[in-house]
């Protein structure tokens, strides 16, 4: 069975930095291009970053781009987000998810998902 379990999420000033894991078992990690999304309530899932299965190219939202890093480690099975000055509009349950040959951007395309980890950024 697929498992995905996110980490590292918490509570920070804006400005600071968070980074946030998800661990990966269950398929064949290096042929899936992984990403992030982030949920608040009452709104739709949103696309944050994606990273292609070799790690070669990355996309991000425009509101994230050069605060944002997202990396993998295919000897780890384990995607990151590097979150570099944190905004208070950044709060949001950061879920990871994975997709087998193609590089979207809609939920609705990825395959596999991780239970999520909150980060909330409030002085």
């Known amino acids: 069975q697929v498992h995905m379990v996110e980490s590292g999420g918490g509570l920070v000033q804006p400005g600071g930095s968070l980074r946030v894991s998800c661990d990966v078992s269950?398929?064949?990690?290096?042929?899936?291009?992984m990403a992030w999304f982030r949920q608040v309530p009452g709104k739709p899932r949103e696309f944050v970053a994606t990273?292609?299965?070799?790690?070669?190219?990355?996309f991000y939202k425009d509101s994230v781009k050069g605060r944002f890093t997202i990396s993998r480690d295919n000897a780890k099975n384990t995607v990151y987000l590097q979150m570099n000055n944190l905004k208070p509009e950044d709060t949001a349950v950061y879920y990871c998810?994975?997709?087998?040959?193609?590089?979207?951007?809609?939920?609705?395309?990825?395959?596999?998902w991780g239970q999520g980890t909150q980060v909330t950024v409030t002085t």
């Open positions: 269950g398929l064949t990690f290096s042929t899936y291009t």
């Open positions: 990273i292609r299965w070799d790690g070669e190219y990355t």
């Open positions: 998810a994975a997709a087998a040959h193609i590089v979207p951007t809609s939920p609705s395309l990825y395959e596999y």
